[in-house]
């Protein structure tokens, strides 16, 4: 089962910066936070990802709170290319390394 | 870099017989494949996990008879849908996980095939 919790949907307007939360109340110390998206009919997209510090690249932010039981992902400029399904999963250090999805976060930018 | 390419984007079969779909890791080793499931307006859903050299391992569910999973080298896993049905019809997505990758290593997808059976 996936171990995180997000809205199902959100709307954002373009040029805007888009705040995605997630839950993972009961994420482990040996679990990371990882970002994908789904454009539709489209394999998942990496994002982004972190295990405690707050993470930046080319794509997106990502917020960690200090106790890792929830996240921001946070798209500074949105634009109409980022509707899609933003998908919040943790993942386990070592082992299988599996990804887990949950029902994702339906993202839609208006213009 | 960290492409990988499925075969075929989209098949259509007549209901009894078998798809084999292919996962490439293009420019990286995987020692491991994912394979995953998506109905339409639904998450991804794991199927199998594809070890190199090894017998995959399925997850509850699903029929290990009714989707062969072979991953016969570091760049190739395939996925055979045998006897197909229409209930099979689905969108197929794999994802390869890098040679000695860790947690820390993202796992790269790719972009799906829509098997659908008639």
């Known amino acids: 089962d996936a171990k995180t919790t997000q809205p199902p949907s959100m709307d954002c307007a373009e040029g805007r910066a888009a705040n995605l939360p997630c839950n993972h109340s009961?994420?482990?110390?040996?679990?990371?936070v990882y970002w994908y998206r789904q454009i539709h009919s489209q394999g998942p997209q990496y994002i982004i990802h972190?295990?405690?510090n707050n993470e930046t690249n080319e794509m997106a932010s990502l917020i960690i709170t200090e106790d890792r039981k929830s996240s921001t992902l946070i798209l500074p400029h949105a634009t109409l290319r980022d509707t899609a399904v933003y998908y919040c999963?943790?993942?386990?250090?070592?082992?299988?390394?599996?990804?887990?999805f949950g029902q994702g976060t339906r993202l839609t930018i208006n213009p | 870099g960290a492409v990988v390419s499925q075969h075929p984007s989209w098949v259509i079969c007549k209901s009894g017989t078998s798809v084999k779909i292919e996962c490439r890791s293009l420019?990286?080793?995987?020692?491991?494949m994912f394979w995953y499931r998506q109905f339409p307006k639904q998450s991804l859903m794991l199927m199998a996990t594809?070890?190199?050299?090894?017998?995959?391992?399925?997850e509850q569910g699903v029929e290990k008879d009714k989707f062969l999973i072979n991953h016969a080298s570091l760049t190739l896993s395939t996925l055979t849908v045998t006897s197909a049905h229409p209930e099979d019809s689905s969108f197929y997505i794999c994802?390869?996980?890098?040679?000695?990758?860790?947690?820390?290593?993202?796992?790269?997808f790719g972009n799906g095939t829509r098997l659908t059976v008639t």
């Open positions: 994802s390869a996980s890098l040679l000695g990758g860790t947690g820390n290593s993202p796992l790269h």
């Open positions: 009961t994420i482990s110390g040996n679990e990371y």
């Open positions: 972190g295990l405690k």
């Open positions: 999963i943790v993942r386990v250090i070592q082992g299988a390394q599996k990804l887990v």
């Open positions: 420019d990286f080793q995987a020692t491991t």
């Open positions: 594809s070890n190199e050299g090894s017998k995959a391992t399925y």
